[in-house]
């Protein structure tokens, strides 16, 4: 059906119609015969032949029908039904809690600190990661959907997750305004949203908060490393910490520049 550009519904009423159909046509084969262009009834058997009238005839020919349209039935509602659901990812609605972390967007006045919106959605990814039964799609797969403005339950589909967490920052001299927002995949709704204000010092603290917050209303368990995880870089230093955040994007783009940049 699809070389055809046919909708899948034209293959349902293809089979209804073969099934409903064949019981007619051997009825009219069997009480006529086709003889020179034309139809013509079938004579009466001879005296003392094998005769087939009323309700047995019509058992006869239900019997007929039904093994003659059991293989088709049986390949569309059965083998063809196990084949799709084969061929489909796994329900988002699983067990096991699963989130996609995206890009947080730039709300700076000069759009110039990408790289550390990036960096906070990259720092918060990490340690999700080391969360005991959270399944985290890679950096890669969410940040691909990166100033595309997809709708969050399509993009819950496509990577297979139940939950999306989505935010924005906005940075100016030493003060930063990072806001977080949890979205159900399923239906688009909020979980969790939070805002914070914060002195570039204590961006660490937010992260932690919201990868804590993540947690809770995922109903997830802390790991004991994940208290430390992703914490070997940091420095008391909010201008250490930036340069870190820009260093890292620069190391990302694979050109001689950056490379010497980061």
Do not use: C
């Not at 007929?64 to 329900?91: D, E, M």
């Not at 959605?121 to 969410?142: F, K, M, N, P, Q």
């Amino acid at each position: 059906m699809h070389g055809l550009h046919w909708p899948e519904s034209v293959l349902s009423y293809v089979v209804a119609g073969l099934a409903l159909g064949f019981p007619v046509v051997v009825s009219v084969a069997w009480i006529f015969d086709v003889r020179q262009g034309g139809m013509e009834r079938t004579p009466p058997a001879p005296v003392g032949a094998l005769r087939l009238q009323g309700a047995r005839l019509a058992l006869v020919l239900i019997g007929i029908g039904v093994v003659a349209a059991a293989p088709g039935s049986i390949w569309y509602f059965v083998v063809r039904g196990i084949a799709r659901s084969a061929g489909q990812p796994a329900a988002t609605s699983n067990r096991e809690p699963s989130i996609a972390v995206l890009p947080f967007a730039d709300m700076s006045p000069g759009k110039d600190q990408e790289y550390f919106s990036d960096g906070i959605a990259e720092e918060i990814l990490d340690a999700l990661t080391h969360v005991e039964g959270l399944r985290v799609a890679g950096r890669t797969s969410s940040f691909s959907f990166k100033g595309k403005g997809e709708d969050l339950r399509s993009i819950g589909e496509k990577l297979n997750v139940a939950h999306v967490l989505e935010g924005s920052i906005r940075k100016e001299g030493n003060r930063v305004r990072i806001t977080a927002q949890l979205v159900g995949a399923a239906d688009g709704f909020h979980r969790w949203s939070k805002t914070f204000d914060r002195e570039l010092t204590g961006v660490f603290a937010v992260e932690d908060e919201i990868a804590r917050s993540v947690v809770d209303a995922l109903k997830a368990k802390l790991l004991p490393r994940q208290a430390s995880a992703g914490k070997e870089h940091r420095t008391e230093s909010s201008e250490v910490y930036t340069q870190y955040l820009l260093g890292r994007q620069f190391s990302r783009r694979f050109s001689p520049d950056a490379n010497r940049r980061a």
